[in-house]
Every structure is written in C-alpha cells, then in structure tokens.
C-alpha cells in the first residue's frame, strides 16, 4: 500500500516531531537532574553536567552508522531501529543506580536518537534544495523549538507527581506514537533507484566527497562552535538558575521563555530566508553574536552575577541570534551533498557533534560561581566563526578574479 502525505505542513510536523524526541531526552530531565544525582549517589554536583553531554556523545558516533544505513536502506527502517535502541537504552537510566550506569544509558539514548535527528534533516534535503529548504528548515525547527519550551514544565510536573523515573516513560511514549505515524502517515523520501549499494566502502567514499565541497566543511565546522557553546548553555543551566541564582521552581519557566526568544527568531528566518538569502543572514547575525557576549563581559567581567533581569536580557539576545543560525548553517552545509543526503547529514551531525561536546566540556568546567564564563565561550566561539566566514568569502572573491 502507498503511503500519501496530505500536505507539506504534516510533513513538517511529523520531521518537527522526530526531532522533538532528542529535545524531549534532553530539556524534560533538566528540573529532576539534582534528584536524580542524589538518586544515583553523585557527589561531585560538576559531574550532573554528563547526564546532558554524553546523550550529545551518542548523538554524533551514532550518526556515523544511521546516516548510511539510511543511504542503502530507506529513511524509515533505520529510524525504527534507532527507536528501539532508544527504547532500551531509556530502561537501562530508569534503573541505573550509578553515575556509570546512567552515562551508559545516557550515551545509548544519543545513539538511538541519532537515527530520527539525521535521517529527518537528509529526508528535508530528499524534498527540497536552496533557500526554500532554508525555509521549510526553519518552520520545523520552530515546532521543534517548542518542545524545549514546554518540557522543563511537563518534566517537573512529572517529578513532583510521580518521581524522575517517569520522565523517561514519558519519552517513550511520545516516540512510540512518533513512531506510529511516520509508519502510518510519512512516505519513504528515498527512492529505490536512488539507494546506494550497501558496502563497508560507502562511508568513506562519503567522506572523500564530503570533503571536496568547501561549502559543506566550512558551515559543519561553523555549525559545530554554535552548538557547542548552546550545550555549554544547557548543561550548566540547572547550575546556574538553581544553584547561583536560587530559582528551583521558576528555572522551568526561565528556560521556556528563553526558548521563545531562539523560537521566535526561527519563525522570523522561514520569513526572511527566502527575500535575503541564508549567507547574508548568517554574515550578520553571527556578527551579533560575538558582539553581545563582548559587552557582557566588558559590563561584568571579575563581578558576581548580576541581577538575574538583565542576564536573561542577555541570554535572550544571545539565543535569538543562535535563533538564525542553526537551520542556516546545517542548510548552507547540506546544500553541496544532496546526492549523499544520508551519509553527507551523518558526516555533518557527527563532526559538529564531536566538535561541539570538548568545547561544552571545558567551558561548561569553569561554571561553578557565575555565568561570566559561558559568555566568553559565545564570544570565542563566534569569533573563530566570524573567521570561518571571513576565509570562505575570500576564497569565493579569488576564485571570481581568477575565473575573471
């Protein structure tokens, strides 16, 4: 039987949805990291930050194997057995009793989850090309965004009523109906025709190709310093709004309207993308976000934290640059190797992964009494992303001359 999708917008939602799941795994256990530590007997409150970096881990070794299985076997089987992986990796943290236990069960979950964040990302670039994929990036990443808006919510609520444990029931039942409907509802976007013979060579003649394509490598290696430094934001959060700023009960609600702030920004991207094209909206707002960070520290540097209004005006502005930067970077990235979608998305997720977890790392080790070194982390990390910019467009300038 020949599955039919009635319109492009459920075609979104249902890729917003397979996204979601990773969203999902990571913001809803933020409110219930301090119990779970205590759970497990963590002593050491720096080492709650693996429970968010080592799901990011998995993310990027698993993308490795999803993304050509997918080249060879179709978009959707390899998202079901990602799931399933998921699925067991998600009993083996409900009954972890150690911090070993749980980083295993933590690492499994980012492998699991690899299948749906890189198989829906090359079943986009199966569909569509250029700024108009820009554009359908964007509106996804909008309805994905809002899982991070409401998960902190819906994980204290869960921890209240029912304990931490039931935080990852919940996630699997959302993946189970997730499941259900790409099953149900979502074609394969991979034609037969167009499947490459399974082979142990077919990565690395996907990563020889890769690599010609200067586009592809400059905006992975760019993707890769934004995501990391939005990481370095996601581990050390807890410990920020909770243990520097005090704000247990209100830290869900802090972290939603922040996710607005990146939301909003989005939704503005499908809007803008198409009129002025993805190179010059990344140009500029990469711009500002080097500059915020910057008279941050000027304002703060050696200080306490200020008040916490005007670090979330701060967070605020910061996240709604990063707002016009995730979907044109991975778009910008993918746009060369669409004839590798599989392999060329694995290739991407993997090295801004990889790139993105020692830099959340190192930065997020310094976070104990204030906020200050997250914001120079933004700031290096957009600086060398300014000179990642600034490299390809001389590159392209001479290559002009030349052909002139």
Same mark, same amino acid.
């Given at each position: ?248 009960? =209100? ?6 309207? @922040?996710? +607005?702030?990146? &939301? !909003?920004?989005? %939704?503005?991207? $499908?809007? *803008? ?29 050696? =200080? ?6 005007? @670090?979330? +005006?701060?967070? &605020? !502005?910061?996240? %709604?640059?990063? $707002?016009? *930067? ?79």
């Amino acid at each position: 039987m020949k599955i039919r999708q009635k319109s492009e917008a459920e075609f979104i939602i249902v890729m917003a949805s397979l996204m979601s799941l990773v969203a999902l795994a990571i913001d809803a256990l933020l409110p219930a990291i301090v119990d779970i530590s205590k759970s497990i007997h963590v002593t050491d409150a720096t080492n709650n930050q693996l429970f968010i970096t080592m799901i990011f881990l998995g993310l990027g070794f698993g993308q490795l194997i999803s993304g050509p299985l997918s080249d060879s076997f179709g978009r959707k089987p390899v998202i079901y057995c990602g799931f399933i992986v998921f699925a067991f990796a998600s009993f083996i943290c409900v009954f972890a009793t150690s911090l070993e236990m749980m980083i295993v069960g933590r690492l499994l979950q980012g492998v699991g989850l690899s299948a749906p964040r890189t198989i829906s990302i090359a079943m986009v670039r199966d569909r569509f090309s250029g700024n108009y994929m820009a554009k359908v990036m964007s509106f996804i990443v909008v309805i994905f965004l809002l899982v991070p808006v409401i998960a902190p919510a819906i994980g204290k609520l869960m921890l209240d009523t029912y304990g931490w444990r039931s935080i990852f029931y919940s996630q699997l039942i959302f993946g189970f109906f997730t499941m259900l409907w790409v099953w149900k509802r979502q074609p394969e976007t991979l034609k037969i025709e167009n499947r490459k013979k399974f082979k142990f060579s077919l990565f690395s003649d996907g990563i020889k190709e890769f690599f010609k394509h200067k586009d592809a490598v400059v905006f992975t290696f760019f993707s890769g310093l934004i995501t990391g430094s939005f990481i370095v934001y996601l581990s050390a959060s807890q410990l920020i709004f909770e243990e520097q700023y005090h704000l247990k009960e =209100e830290f869900p609600y802090i972290f939603a309207a @922040l996710s +607005i702030s990146i &939301g !909003l920004a989005t %939704f503005l991207n $499908g809007k *803008l993308v198409v009129k002025l094209g993805m190179l010059k909206l990344i140009s500029i707002f990469t711009v500002l976000f080097t500059v915020i960070p910057i008279i941050y520290l000027l304002f703060f540097f050696g =200080e306490q934290n200020p008040n916490i209004s005007i @670090l979330l +005006i701060f967070f &605020g !502005l910061q996240f %709604f640059s990063i $707002g016009f *930067l995730f979907g044109n970077t991975r778009a910008l990235a993918m746009q060369p190797i669409g004839h590798i979608a599989g392999v060329g998305a694995a290739i991407n997720g993997f090295i801004s992964t990889i790139m993105a977890v020692p830099i959340a790392t190192f930065i997020g080790s310094f976070i104990n009494k204030t906020a200050l070194p997250l914001f120079m982390g933004f700031f290096i990390c957009g600086f060398i992303s300014l000179l990642l910019l600034a490299s390809l467009k001389l590159r392209k300038k001479n290559a002009i001359i030349k052909f002139t």
